[in-house]
Every structure is written in structure tokens, then in C-alpha cells.
């Protein structure tokens, strides 16, 4: 039997309705309005995109959303005064500087100096330690993006054995943490485990996080297990023409479909709940900025 299919755009679109209508309910009922400012230092192409994108939807689901782009040869200094005047701004709710940055800018630090309660990529070490002691924290977006499709799917994901394929401080180890707090029983696995294979084949969730293209087979995949594919990553298809390329996760989909119970696409699984959840860690920060109630169904 073929494998259900996690539809990521869908399940997005569901959750960027949902909070658009908590926007409205605090426009309508506090006369507040959730701010998400986004900083982008130099001109990277991916990171245009991705700022541009993310600026789209915020005015979608009714939030403010500003943009300060800033020049490749901006100063440490000048970064970290705009970061502080953002985390003075009461209109300002979130705020998402974009990685990577020029080189002569030091990411800890700049991502540290984030107010941790505008900080909705859940990047700052202060996030991190409550995450990690089940305290409430902003939580990244790519892991709670998974969280919330596996809930959907499993409902209770309690005494599940789940593998993290990967031990990112972005995806990995903030995946394990989430999974741990709804009670599955948790193995990160890396590119120093020792088989591997057998590893992944106990598992009732697979999640591959580890930036290769296409590394897990379906053999290793235990029969009706579920796989959230977050990897994106790009080869050549001369098939397609020259300089074309094609978009591939880290499970070679049509083996591991096979198998599998259920499994994200990519593109199209993991991604679009990125941005999704970036909007929803805004509401979020707002309610918890204004002392109220915090959006069902939208956090960890």
C-alpha cells in the first residue's frame, strides 16, 4: 500500500488561516496588531526570496510587517543598534534576522542580542535552555512545523519511537526536545552512528535532517512508519535541459513511499510550514507581550 502523503502546502494554508483569524480577533478586540520586522544584511539570492516571501505573507494574514535591508558592508555595530531599537518597539512583536550573514558579523552574537521574547526563530541560547527544560519558549520554526503535521496525522504521539536523522542546533536538537516533550522515546542519529540502518528501521517517526540528498533508502524504513522529509536540496536533471535542476529531500521519496505509512513530499512537505510557523511565533509572541491567552493549536 502507497504511503499517505503529508501535504505540507495544504496543511499550511490551514494553519496561515488560523492565524489570520487570531489576528483579526486582536485587531477586533484589543485594537492590537502583531508586528514582524525582518532584517536582511547584503544581497544573497536565496535570502531576497525568502525575505520577500515572508513579507508577502505576513500582510496576508493581516500582521505589520517591516523590512530593513541593510547593506553587505554594514557594520557588527550598526546591526546590533538596529536589533536593539526593534526590541524597544512596542509595535514590534517579532523579529527574524536572516542567516547567513557577511562574514564580519559574529551570528551568536547578533542572534543573542535578540529580545528572546521577539525572538520567533527560537535562535537565542535563552530560548534554547527553556525549550531543552520544558520551560515555554519560542520554539524554531522547521521543528514546530513538524510537531504540529505529526500531531495532525498521529494525534497522540505518546510512546512512539521517533529518530532525528541530524543534531542541528536549527532542526535536530530542538526536534528531539519537542518529540521528548510529547512522550515518544528519542534517538538522534548522525553521520558518526553506528548502523544506522538498523537504527532507522525501530522507528515508528523518521525525521531526516541531515543535508543529503536523497541519503535514506526505503529499506530502512520499518513498514507503516512515518517520514517528515525536512531536507531541500538541489541536483543537476540534464534530463530536463541544460542547467536545469530538480528539488530533492534527504529520503529517496519513491523507495521510502513505498514502505512508509505516511511521508512528506519535498518540495511541498516540510517548507511551506516554515513560514507558516514563523507567523504563528508572532501571534504567539504578541498574546504573551499583552497578556493574552495564546492561540490553540498553534504552539508546542
Not at 83 to 91: G, K, P, V
Not at 171 to 192: E, N, W
Amino acid at each position: 500500500m502507497a504511503a499517505t502523503i503529508i501535504d505540507g502546502k495544504e496543511f499550511a494554508g490551514r494553519v496561515r488561516a488560523q492565524v489570520a483569524r487570531h489576528v483579526d480577533r486582536l485587531k477586533s478586540d484589543h485594537d492590537i496588531t502583531p508586528g514582524l520586522a525582518v532584517v536582511l544584511v547584503g544581497t544573497d539570492p536565496a535570502s531576497d526570496v525568502y525575505v520577500r516571501s515572508k513579507g508577502k505573507m505576513t500582510r496576508e494574514v493581516g500582521m505589520k510587517s517591516v523590512e530593513h535591508r541593510l547593506d553587505a558592508a554594514t557594520s557588527e555595530a550598526e546591526l546590533l543598534n538596529l536589533i536593539e531599537t526593534l526590541n524597544a518597539a512596542h509595535d514590534i512583536h517579532g523579529i527574524l534576522v536572516q542567516l547567513p550573514l557577511p562574514r564580519h558579523i559574529n551570528e551568536d552574537l547578533v542572534i543573542n542580542a535578540i529580545d528572546p521574547a521577539k525572538d520567533v526563530d527560537g535562535f537565542h541560547i535563552s530560548n534554547v535552555g527553556m525549550l531543552s527544560t520544558g520551560q515555554k519558549a519560542m520554539v524554531p520554526c522547521t521543528p514546530l512545523g513538524c510537531l504540529m503535521m505529526l500531531r495532525d496525522h498521529h494525534g497522540s504521539l505518546s510512546g512512539m519511537n521517533a529518530v532525528v536523522i541530524g543534531r542541528s542546533n536549527i532542526v535536530g536538537k530542538p526536534m528531539a526536545q519537542l518529540l521528548l516533550g510529547d512522550s515518544c522515546t528519542v534517538t538522534i542519529a548522525h553521520s558518526r552512528t553506528k548502523d544506522l540502518a538498523d537504527v532507522v528501521r525501530r522507528a515508528d517517526i523518521v525525521i531526516a535532517a541531515v543535508g543529503r540528498p536523497e541519503m535514506v533508502p526505503g529499506d530502512w524504513i520499518k513498514p507503516g512508519a512515518t517520514v517528515i522529509d525536512v531536507g531541500i536540496n538541489r541536483l543537476d536533471a540534464p534530463e530536463r535541459g541544460a542547467g536545469k535542476t530538480r528539488l530533492v529531500g534527504d529520503v529517496d521519496y519513491e523507495s521510502c513511499a513505498a514502505v512508509a505509512g505516511a511521508i512528506t513530499p519535498v518540495p511541498g512537505g516540510v517548507g511551506p510550514m516554515t513560514i507558516a510557523c514563523l507567523l504563528a511565533n508572532t501571534v504567539t509572541a504578541c498574546c504573551r507581550a499583552n497578556g493574552l491567552s495564546e492561540p490553540e493549536g498553534l504552539t508546542a
